[in-house]
């Protein structure tokens, strides 16, 4: 994940329903259709965290990032990872 978060500030919420996320710049979709299509359980789903900028959602660890924030090949990036406690 790249980009300047110049919009807000970033922070880590957990799902409260309804989150979008765009997966490219012609396909938005909810964050919970894309954890169910990864087969997360409902369980886990409720403590997954998400990260925003501002009010925007931009980051899904594990799952994806927005298209907007994803780095190109010439710039560096970060990898958000989520490792659940047992």
Do not use: K, Y
């Amino acid at each position: 994940m790249s980009r300047n978060c110049a919009r807000g500030a970033s922070t880590v919420r957990l799902r409260q329903g309804g989150e979008r996320l765009r997966w490219t710049p012609a396909a938005t979709s909810h964050a919970e259709e894309s954890v169910q299509e990864r087969g997360i359980p409902p369980w886990r789903r409720a403590c997954l965290p998400l990260i925003f900028c501002g009010d925007e959602l931009v980051s899904v660890p594990g799952i994806g990032d927005a298209c907007e924030f994803r780095a190109t090949p010439a710039e560096a990036g970060l990898i958000v990872t989520w490792e659940p406690f047992e």
